[in-house]
């Protein structure tokens, strides 16, 4: 019989979306083990290497779980880098269990399944995206680091199709990252930058995951 399929993961929890459009819902995270960058801001550092290991049916019986205290349908497969794994298994589980899958990755990656909500947030040096994950973005989050250069906001804009809004989010809440991307912003409205927002990490303001 071949090996049941399994996948490395950090933890699972259920908390609030703190970022992006779908801000404030409810919803149940899958924390997948490993990434394939190091930025220095990282604020999951714990997640590059810890994780255990779990079959797809465990990960999923432990969302039914949650799900039965805190009814929600949104699952979301965050990191580390979720598309390091192969997430396909899962994904058809979920789906089978009526869940809507969100994805947040950093676009290095190629895609090889449908989600319901993907989320981008390309990283530096690069900024590189895949063409999968820009067919299927649905929106950009760029972390408003201490190097991060308006040019960059201009070539991420560029990178994207207008419809696709990039939500400035600053660095771990910080004050001097909120002042930057309120700089940025101005600036680019000034310019006439199509779609760019300014955005927060809701779930560090509660204390939250
Ligand atoms: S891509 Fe994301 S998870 Fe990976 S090191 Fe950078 S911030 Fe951390």
């Known amino acids: 019989m071949p090996p049941l399929p399994t996948l490395k993961v950090n933890e699972i929890f259920f908390s609030l979306e703190g970022e992006g459009l779908r801000q404030g819902e409810p919803t149940i995270f899958v924390r997948l083990s490993g990434c394939n ?5 990282c604020d999951t550092k714990y997640a590059w290497e810890d994780g255990q290991p779990m079959p797809i ?19 979301s497969l965050t990191g580390g880098e979720p598309l390091l794994q192969d ?8 789906r089978k269990g009526g869940f809507r899958i969100q994805v947040e990755t950093n676009g290095t990656r190629h895609l090889n399944f449908r989600a319901d909500w ?3 947030s390309p990283k530096p ?3 590189r995206v895949t063409a999968d994950c820009r067919r299927q973005v649905k929106e950009v989050k760029l972390i408003v680091t201490r ?4 040019k960059i906001l201009e070539k991420v804009r560029q990178d994207f199709p207008a419809k696709v809004p990039i939500l400035l989010q600053p660095e771990s809440n910080q004050d001097w990252s909120y002042r930057k991307a309120w700089r940025f912003f101005r600036q680019a409205v000034k310019m006439n930058l199509n779609n760019v927002r300014l955005s927060c990490q809701l779930h560090k303001i509660y204390g939250l995951k």
């Open 37 to 41: 960058l190091r930025c220095p801001f």
């Open 57 to 75: 049916s465990a990960i999923l019986s432990k969302i039914v779980g949650i799900s039965r205290l805190f009814p929600t349908n949104w699952v």
């Open 87 to 94: 997430l396909r298994p899962l994904i058809r589980a979920l």
């Open 118 to 120: 993907l989320s981008v």
């Open 125 to 127: 040096p690069a900024y």
């Open 147 to 150: 190097s991060l250069k308006f």
